[in-house]
């Protein structure tokens, strides 16, 4: 890291250089992203247009295929947010809430969700399973229809924003006093990730300009977060699927591979809840981010008086 990379007033050490994008540990942010970075309209388009087609072709038959597992997984992410909330607080924004999986199953325990989602063919899906869901992105002209919440949910959304404090700062307007953040992020340049560079001559698969601008590790998400006006409760990794490539599984380019890595990974979890041990599980996953090491970070916070 001896380059220094300065645009408008984003400048740091550059990591990488691809597609026409640098990969800087921005001072300014406090964060890893990308420069420069690309305009809101050109993301609104790959958003709205192209992103579930184009980008992520099988994103929503696979997590149709797997229904019952992302089930326990929003099952515990529920149960982890009612447990710093009192019964009577069931409000929920999912922010980039894709096909509507997570607000589904919200619904069935009782809570009263909203989607948000940008991609016109996600929001249509989510829409088609009776969810109440705005086509569009987050915004200040978007907020002030969108009412009060006593959580928003944010998954695989803060890597893909031009401003991610900026947007911190307006789900913050959206909560009501005592209301939680529960954000799941990539956690990128990590440990493993970076361990596959010198000895396996792996390239930075992850990055992945225009679509992903933001590269969080467990502690930039955290610092971004409190300084965006709200308190850490809770964090843990998710697995480190990078384990199968570090192993001499190398699915990048072999997407059977992957999903049967992937599949290895679901059993992992399905048994160890079956076994009754999911606060194991749990505890596993939370040492593994206290070492950096994890897919996606997932953090539970609080919005903090004014
Ligand atoms: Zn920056």
Same mark, same amino acid.
């Given at each position: ?7 408008? *007033? ?28 690309? *305009? ?20 929503? +038959? ?11 997984? =929003?099952?515990?992410? =529920? ?39 940008? *991609? #016109?063919?996600?929001? #249509? ?16 002209n978007t907020v002030h229809r969108l009412g009060s919440f006593d959580v928003v949910h944010m998954s695989e959304v803060l890597e893909l924003v031009p401003d991610p404090a900026a947007s911190l700062r307006l789900v ?15 956690? &990128? =340049? ?23 601008? &933001? =590269?969080? &590790? ?11 006006g709200y308190e850490i409760l809770y964090i843990e990794a998710n697995f480190p699927i990078e384990l199968f490539l570090l192993m001499g599984d190398n699915y990048l380019c072999n997407p059977t591979l992957g999903r ?14 079956? +076994? ?10 939370? #040492? ?19």
């Open positions: 890291m001896d380059t220094n990379k300065t645009w408008n *007033s984003h400048s740091g050490p550059l990591l990488d250089s691809i597609n026409g994008f640098d990969v800087i540990v921005c001072q300014t942010c406090g964060f890893t992203h990308v420069i420069p970075v690309p *305009s809101p309209e050109d993301l609104e388009r790959i958003y709205r247009d192209e992103y579930y087609s184009k980008h992520k072709p099988s994103y929503i +038959a696979d997590i149709q295929e797997d229904l019952d597992w992302w089930n326990l997984v =929003y099952q515990e992410r =529920y149960e982890l947010l009612e447990g710093h909330l009192t019964p009577g607080r069931r409000r929920i924004l999912d922010v980039g809430c894709g096909p509507g999986y997570f607000l589904l199953h919200g619904k069935q325990r009782g809570w009263l969700g909203l989607g948000l989602e940008p *991609s #016109a063919e996600a929001a #249509a899906h989510a829409q088609s399973l009776e969810l109440d869901v705005v086509q569009g992105s987050l915004s200040p913050r307007s959206l909560l009501d006093p005592g209301g939680l953040l529960c954000l799941v992020v990539g956690n &990128n =340049y990590s440990p493993f990730q970076s361990a596959l560079r010198p000895a396996c001559g792996f390239p930075p698969w992850w990055v992945q300009p225009p679509v992903h601008i &933001n =590269y969080f &590790n467990f502690e930039t998400a955290e610092r971004l977060i409190v300084s965006c049967q890595c992937h599949q290895k990974r679901v059993r992992l979890e399905k048994n160890l809840l079956a +076994a009754g041990m999911g606060g194991l599980k749990r505890q596993l996953y939370q #040492a593994l981010a206290r070492c950096g090491i994890g897919r996606q970070a997932l953090i539970v916070a609080k919005r903090t008086p004014v």
